[in-house]
């Protein structure tokens, strides 16, 4: 007896429902190097972790309201402006053939490629200066080399850009 083609489809389906839902409970991709190993390709770029942007407790406002830009801590606020480096995960929002010209940079692979749950300050929106764009790369870490600016306010479906910016972006590959 032959199994019907829709059955043979759900089943597909259920089975990739529970990958996806095992991948977004945990925290995929290459690890991030160390920071010294991120010197050695930054340049003349200041290295700046996640972890120094993020203060672990910045949920994306509720009900729409906006972000104020005072609101995030004065050792981050003094890097606006300035030329940083930081490595993270590369989610691409406006793409030019097969390269990203604007991109998200993610904390952790599970937020740029699987929709897992993230704090508002977990993300950077990255423009590229190179008018051709950025190889795409996923799941594997990569370094963003621009000027750190923090967002104006953001509202409603913006709000999913990130509070954090950097413009004029170089990526670099990061030493495995």
């Given at each position: 007896?032959?199994?019907?083609?829709?059955?043979?489809?759900?089943?597909?389906?259920?089975?990739?429902?529970?990958?996806?839902?095992?991948?977004?409970?945990?925290?995929?991709?290459l690890?991030?190097?160390?920071t010294?190993?991120?010197?050695?390709?930054?340049?003349?770029?200041?290295?700046?972790?996640?972890?120094?942007?993020?203060?672990?407790?910045?949920?994306?406002?509720?009900?729409?309201?906006?972000?104020?830009?005072?609101?995030?801590?004065?050792?981050?606020?003094?890097?606006?402006?300035?030329?940083?480096?930081?490595?993270?995960?590369?989610?691409?929002?406006?793409?030019?053939?097969?390269?990203?010209?604007?991109?998200?940079?993610?904390?952790h692979?599970?937020?740029?490629?699987?929709?897992?749950?993230?704090?508002?300050?977990?993300?950077?929106?990255?423009?590229?200066?190179?008018?051709?764009?950025?190889?795409?790369?996923?799941?594997?870490?990569?370094?963003?080399?621009?000027?750190?600016?923090?967002?104006?306010?953001?509202?409603?479906?913006?709000?999913?850009?990130?509070?954090?910016?950097?413009?004029?972006?170089?990526?670099?590959?990061?030493?495995?």
């Amino acid at each position: 007896m032959a199994i019907p083609r829709w059955t043979r489809w759900a089943a597909v389906g259920v089975l990739a429902a529970f990958v996806v839902f095992d991948l977004c409970g945990r925290r995929r991709g290459l690890p991030l190097p160390g920071t010294e190993a991120i010197a050695a390709v930054a340049g003349d770029a200041q290295v700046v972790p996640f972890e120094r942007l993020s203060d672990g407790d910045r949920p994306f406002p509720p009900g729409g309201a906006a972000y104020v830009g005072d609101a995030v801590a004065d050792d981050v606020g003094a890097l606006v402006g300035r030329r940083i480096a930081v490595a993270g995960y590369m989610l691409p929002t406006v793409l030019e053939g097969d390269r990203a010209t604007q991109f998200i940079l993610c904390r952790h692979a599970n937020g740029c490629c699987f929709g897992a749950a993230i704090e508002a300050d977990d993300l950077i929106d990255c423009a590229v200066a190179d008018p051709e764009g950025a190889p795409i790369v996923s799941l594997i870490p990569v370094l963003v080399v621009g000027v750190f600016r923090v967002n104006p306010a953001r509202t409603g479906a913006d709000l999913a850009s990130g509070l954090y910016g950097m413009d004029a972006v170089e990526v670099r590959r990061l030493p495995r």
